[in-house]
């Protein structure tokens, strides 16, 4: 009997961590999968890493190299319509499954034909693989939660660390590639899971849900360089995926972000210049405690506290673990 599910990992300039999330997947306890790897035109020594590691393992697997650096939205596209098995699960090249992951990600999935996607929690490493504060907490527990929320019309948060039903993808038109400007930055790798999510949730009206497993499955690397991160252009990509989904509901055509991002006015991008700003200052504070930079930690929160409380309540709520 042929594997039902493909773990596909995009990998991009990571050979300092790649060796240790394979190390993860080897050792799943459910191993019934095919693996893909995308070389995303690294620039370092990750294919070697790659290839001696699985070789020494005796682990069958399929590396595929790209001849330009296209993005993980373009990496994950490829995948979609290359692999055929029944599911897909996408890890990042940095991450940490739990032993048990792939086990119950698959179990739950595969129990309900109405179950089109499965997420879990994640709790946050840093660049060197030690424990930090906080994590990923969100998603719906049960198909009533999630079919309330999708039939509000709300963007489907959930981590990108899920197994996926491919047929239920593909019939959504899978990851978003076409219609973006040329260059950097890649929009379209900008919130690329939440738009598959929220694409997805239309399918609540034939009774599909996307669900997650509400335990810690997996370690979530969090990067010092993610204090670089375009906090604005992925709210304006939130703002088109919110756009688009009320366009679809209302029998509308999508925009494009080209043709979005034309049609927008001022006042919007100040709103989300605003925004962008709150998300800045919260990842400020959240590096300045690991650093033990206790002023500056309070300094930013106090900030971010006066100018978006709504934001900071978010973050509380979604990152920090004591609500979940």
Same mark, same amino acid.
């Given at each position: 009997?042929?594997?039902?599910?493909?773990?596909?990992?995009?990998?991009?300039? =990571?050979?300092?961590?790649?060796?240790?999330?394979? *190390?993860?997947?080897?050792?799943?306890?459910?191993?019934?999968?095919?693996?893909?790897?995308?070389?995303?035109?690294?620039?370092?020594?990750?294919?070697?890493?790659?290839?001696?590691?699985?070789?020494?393992?005796?682990?069958?697997?399929?590396?595929?190299?790209?001849?330009?650096?296209?993005?993980?939205?373009?990496?994950?596209?490829?995948?979609?319509? +290359?692999?055929?098995?029944?599911?897909?699960?996408?890890?990042?090249?940095?991450?940490?499954?739990?032993?048990?992951?792939?086990?119950?990600?698959?179990?739950?999935?595969?129990?309900?034909?109405?179950?089109?996607?499965?997420?879990?929690?994640?709790?946050?490493?840093?660049?060197? &693989?030690?424990?930090? *504060?906080? &994590?990923?907490?969100?998603?719906?527990?049960?198909?009533?939660?999630?079919?309330?929320?999708?039939?509000?019309? +709300?963007?489907?948060?959930? /981590?990108?660390?899920?197994?996926?039903?491919?047929?239920?993808?593909?019939?959504? &038109?899978?990851?978003?590639?076409?219609? @973006?400007?040329?260059?950097?930055?890649?929009? /379209?790798?900008?919130?690329?899971?939440?738009?598959?999510?929220?694409?997805?949730?239309?399918? @609540?009206?034939?009774?599909?849900?996307?669900?997650?497993?509400? /335990?810690?499955? =997996?370690?979530?690397?969090?990067?010092?360089?993610?204090?670089?991160?375009?906090?604005?252009?992925?709210?304006?990509?939130?703002?088109?995926?919110?756009?688009?989904?009320?366009?679809?509901?209302?029998? /509308?055509?999508?925009?494009?972000?080209?043709?979005?991002?034309?049609?927008?006015?001022?006042?919007?991008?100040?709103?989300?210049?605003?925004?962008?700003?709150?998300?800045?200052?919260?990842?400020?504070?959240?590096?300045?405690?690991?650093?033990?930079?206790?002023?500056?930690?309070?300094?930013?929160?106090?900030?971010?506290?006066?100018?978006?409380?709504? @934001?900071?309540?978010?973050?509380? +709520?979604?990152?920090?673990?004591?609500?979940?």
């Amino acid at each position: 009997m042929e594997n039902e599910l493909t773990i596909a990992i995009c990998a991009y300039n =990571c050979e300092n961590y790649i060796k240790e999330t394979l *190390s993860c997947l080897i050792n799943q306890t459910y191993k019934k999968f095919n693996l893909l790897i995308i070389n995303d035109c690294s620039t370092d020594n990750s294919v070697e890493v790659i290839r001696n590691f699985l070789s020494e393992k005796n682990f069958n697997y399929e590396l595929v190299n790209f001849k330009i650096n296209r993005g993980l939205a373009a990496g994950r596209a490829y995948i979609e319509q +290359k692999v055929n098995t029944k599911y897909i699960l996408f890890i990042d090249a940095d991450d940490c499954p739990y032993p048990t992951l792939v086990e119950k990600l698959y179990n739950k999935i595969s129990e309900d034909k109405d179950i089109i996607a499965v997420g879990c929690y994640h709790e946050f490493i840093d660049s060197k &693989g030690a424990e930090i *504060s906080g &994590g990923i907490y969100i998603g719906a527990k049960t198909k009533e939660e999630f079919y309330k929320k999708a039939g509000k019309e +709300k963007l489907i948060f959930m /981590q990108p660390t899920a197994i996926i039903d491919r047929e239920a993808l593909l019939s959504v &038109g899978g990851r978003s590639i076409e219609g @973006y400007p040329e260059g950097k930055p890649r929009y /379209q790798d900008l919130c690329e899971d939440l738009d598959l999510w929220t694409r997805m949730s239309d399918l @609540y009206e034939e009774g599909k849900a996307i669900l997650v497993v509400p /335990q810690v499955l =997996c370690k979530y690397r969090k990067h010092e360089m993610a204090l670089s991160a375009n906090s604005f252009g992925m709210l304006l990509r939130m703002r088109h995926i919110k756009t688009n989904l009320r366009r679809r509901r209302s029998g /509308q055509t999508e925009l494009t972000f080209i043709e979005f991002y034309k049609n927008i006015e001022e006042k919007e991008i100040k709103v989300l210049q605003k925004k962008a700003l709150s998300a800045d200052l919260v990842r400020n504070s959240f590096y300045a405690l690991k650093k033990r930079e206790y002023f500056r930690f309070l300094k930013s929160l106090f900030h971010v506290s006066v100018s978006d409380p709504i @934001y900071l309540l978010d973050k509380i +709520k979604n990152n920090s673990g004591f609500i979940k």
